[in-house]
T-cell receptor
Framework: SQQGEEDPQALSIQEGENATMNCSYKTSINNLQWYRQNSGRGLVHLIL?????REKHSGRLRVTLDTSKKSSSLLITASRAADTASYFC?????????FGGGTRLMVKP | KAGVTQTPRYLIKTRGQQVTLSCSPI?????VSWYQQTPGQGLQFLFE???????NKGNFPGRFSGRQFSNSRSEMNVSTLELGDSALYLCASSLGQGIIPNYGYTFGSGTRLTVV
């Protein structure tokens, strides 16, 4: 079963705008990770935030984690058409990942 | 370095048949995990192998099985295929070590299985 839900399920923005995706989860975690998937292909690891971290940056990506609310957000700044993809959060516990349902992001040129 | 290689990329099988999918992890990675992705259920964990031992198993019927070889390559097998087994099967590679595995996984491009 999935760990939690992602919100929104779909997001459409113009190039240059920021995109924010939210993820909620249910159980204790070691870390939370975000992945991107283009058109039903493999997942690409974007960023990992540990349970004792609150915010992390990587290039145009910013991830926050609130363990008290069991939620995380992914912000993509200055979006590009190439960012069009599905984005998944995944919680890591033990040696497995539990994924959310994903957010489909479309960035219009 | 080479990425995670999954073969074949596409597969069409008939109900009742069995299928074997292959995954070669990144060199030096000893953990291989398998995930099933369907439109209805999303991404679900199948099982994880480390040094030829299954460490974790998801909630799938016994028709789904796997193994890992001494070179870390892994195979998964699905017997008595059902229409609902049609999915994208993804393999993920990682170092697999550490008490708290705070690392990302590298995924292959997947095998798209269609059961007719």
């Amino acid at each position: 079963s999935q760990q939690g839900e992602e919100d929104p399920q779909a997001l459409s923005i113009q190039e240059g705008e920021n995109a924010t995706m939210n993820c909620s989860y249910k159980t204790s975690i070691n870390n939370l990770q975000w992945y991107r998937q283009n058109s039903g292909r493999g997942l690409v690891h974007l960023i990992l935030i540990r349970s004792n971290e609150r915010e992390k940056h990587s290039g145009r990506l910013r991830v926050t984690l609130d363990t008290s609310k069991k939620s995380s957000s992914l912000l993509i700044t200055a979006s590009r058409a190439a960012d069009t993809a599905s984005y998944f959060c995944a919680t890591g516990a033990g040696n497995m990942l539990t994924f959310g349902g994903g957010t489909r992001l479309m960035v219009k040129p | 370095k080479a990425g995670v290689t999954q073969t074949p990329r596409y597969l069409i099988k008939t109900r009742g048949q069995q299928v074997t999918l292959s995954c070669s992890p990144i060199s030096g990675h000893r953990s291989v995990s398998w995930y099933q992705q369907t439109p209805g259920q999303g991404l679900q964990f199948l099982f994880e192998y480390f040094s030829e031992t299954q460490r974790n198993k998801g909630n799938f019927p016994g028709r789904f099985s796997g193994r890992q070889f001494s070179n870390s390559r892994s195979e998964m097998n699905v017997s008595t295929l059902e229409l609902g087994d049609s999915a994208l099967y993804l393999c993920a590679s990682s170092l697999g070590q550490g008490i708290i595995p705070n690392y990302g996984y590298t995924f292959g491009s997947g095998t798209r299985l269609t059961v007719v």
